[in-house]
């Protein structure tokens, strides 16, 4: 069975600070890792996904996340938060044999200026 | 069309009321999935369609769900007998090719039970 861990319901930032999203999966094979953002009333975007390519992965709006095997993580940064980045954002991981994705629980990013 | 359509996008029903949601997939996509998303939680697995073939159901919480995709495109996803703990957003989601690699998601049902 595959699960998702997100460490923080919720991260407040400033304008213009690092972006530090934390995610921890568990698989028992090599999986394949996404994260999505969630903008109010709108449905979930994919932002970028790992599948066993380079494990540094760039996504949109300036967001990249890198796979370390050894720590079993997914983490999401972005150098410079902007007020537009306050979303919801959800790790998921499949296997790659498998057809569904199980998500973590999400973390709220809060921007103030 | 352009994206994942879902309706209605705001249902309102009385405890043992029965209800359906539509999805309407991106043309030619051939997988499409439901989700359950509860208030402050992720996403969960409901059931995945190939085409007009179902096959993982696994996820549906009890047999008062029921989904169906007749001709490999629409589905819908109907809810016998309401409970409060059904209450959710329904979410839908389709990708072009088998699995899924690439969701595109669709805005979501909200499902309230009175």
């Known amino acids: 069975a595959q699960s998702v861990t997100q460490l923080g319901s919720h991260v407040s930032v400033s304008e213009g600070a690092l972006v530090l999203l934390r995610c921890n999966y568990s698989?028992?094979?090599?999986?394949?890792l996404f994260w999505y953002v969630q903008y109010p009333n709108q449905g979930l975007q994919l932002l970028l996904k790992?599948?066993?390519?380079?494990?540094l992965v760039k996504g949109i709006n300036g967001f990249e996340a890198e796979f370390k095997k050894s720590e079993t993580s997914f983490h999401l940064t972005k150098p410079s938060a902007h007020m537009s980045d306050a979303a919801e954002y959800f790790c998921a991981v499949s296997d790659p044999g498998y057809s569904t994705l199980t998500f973590g629980k999400g973390t709220m990013l809060l921007v103030s200026p | 069309g352009a994206g994942v359509s879902q309706s209605p996008r705001y249902k309102v029903a009385k405890r043992g009321q029965d209800v359906a949601l539509r999805c309407d997939p991106i043309?030619?996509?051939?997988?499409l999935f439901w989700y359950q998303q509860a208030l402050g939680q992720g996403p969960e697995f409901l059931t995945y369609?190939?085409?007009?073939?179902?096959?993982?159901k696994s996820g549906l919480p009890s047999d008062r769900f029921f989904a169906e995709r007749p001709e490999g495109s629409v589905s819908t996803l109907k809810i016998q007998r309401t409970q409060q703990e059904d209450s959710a957003v329904y979410l839908c989601a389709s990708s072009l090719g088998d699995g899924a690699n690439v969701l595109t998601f669709g805005a979501g049902s909200r499902l309230t039970v009175l």
């Open positions: 369609f190939q085409n007009e073939a179902q096959l993982d």
């Open positions: 790992y599948t066993s390519a380079a494990t």
């Open positions: 043309s030619g996509h051939v997988s």
């Open positions: 698989s028992s094979v090599p999986p394949y």
